[in-house]
């Protein structure tokens, strides 16, 4: 499998909308990997081959090009051989300038088709454009036209921008924390949250503090204790819970595997390969 970071700073809207820009790749045989909860909502242009994702009633095939992004735990992806997908990954309270419908009716669980929420006109055009384009420079070009051309309002609610601000950078990591410096109450906050990101304030933190902690390298087991500490957890047992129940398996195992931890900082996924053996 390839996996290609893209510049997407070379454009004004794609540099302030986007995350990132990726190129996916697999050669002649059928790759699963795992994907990991990491705050960002996705479009994916596959431009060779399937992909399917595994759901609880088995593997379910993707739309050519599909919205997908702020799960809540490990996914499973399966590329069939000679695979090519392009992804578009946005800050999620940004995708919402792009969308009349609420973010919080997004499926979380599996790829959302595009034809969905975007003419099928503007779906198409997409996929062409990506797939005719031989160079990141046309690549680009032809986002940032799709970017221009689906931009509903370029004025984000302040309240929800200062909020991500402060989850994400701040590091304030407490609900009522976030509402005071607000100034609104946290039902007002959960309601900016559902329909501007799609998921909760609470479940934000939660997919950032866990983002963070796969960052870390750790010495020796009683590390976690300082890590649970760094990312203001009250004790090492609430980190652990959280960890295990967005990516599958203990911190002990993942942080102090070197094989897992390089995996994920030189691909920013899982290869089911080495992640699957722990599962087992």
């Known amino acids: 499998m390839k996996f290609r970071l893209i510049n997407h700073k070379t454009q004004r809207l794609s540099a302030k909308y986007l995350t990132d820009v990726y190129d996916l790749s697999n050669e002649h045989n059928e790759y699963t990997y795992c994907c990991v909860p990491n705050g960002e909502l996705g479009i994916t242009v596959i431009i060779e081959g399937e992909c ?3 759901t609880e009633d088995g593997w379910k095939k ?13 996914q499973l992806l399966k590329m069939s051989p000679n695979y090519r997908e392009i992804s578009i990954g946005f800050y999620p309270h940004y995708l919402q300038l792009f969308l009349k419908d609420s973010l919080h009716s997004i499926n979380k669980t599996s790829g959302t088709d595009l034809l969905d929420l975007f003419k099928k006109d503007k779906v198409n055009k997409l996929y062409e454009n990506l797939s005719q384009s031989n160079n990141d420079e046309s690549l680009m070009n032809k986002i940032e036209e799709f970017l221009k051309d689906n931009i509903l309002n370029e004025e984000l609610d302040k309240r929800v921008l200062l909020a991500h601000h402060l989850i994400t950078i701040e590091n304030i990591y407490k609900v009522d924390d976030l509402s005071s410096i607000l100034n609104v109450t946290s039902t007002t906050l959960r309601t900016l949250f559902n329909q501007h990101v799609g998921i909760s304030p609470k479940d934000l933190i939660k997919i950032h503090r866990i ?24 004790d090492q047992a609430h980190f652990c819970k959280d960890f295990k129940d967005s990516i599958g398996i203990s911190p002990k195992q993942y942080l102090l595997n070197s094989q897992l931890y390089s995996d994920f900082s030189d691909f920013q996924h899982w290869r089911y390969d080495s992640f699957g053996m722990i599962l087992k």
Not at 62 to 74: C, D, S
Not at 219 to 225: A, G, I, K
């Open 52 to 54: 399917h994702i595994k």
């Open 62 to 74: 993707q739309a050519n090009v599909h919205l997908y992004g702020l799960i809540n735990k490990v």
């Open 211 to 234: 983002k963070k902690a796969l960052c870390y390298q750790l010495p020796n087991e009683e590390s976690l204790t300082q890590l649970a500490y760094h990312l203001n957890y009250f």
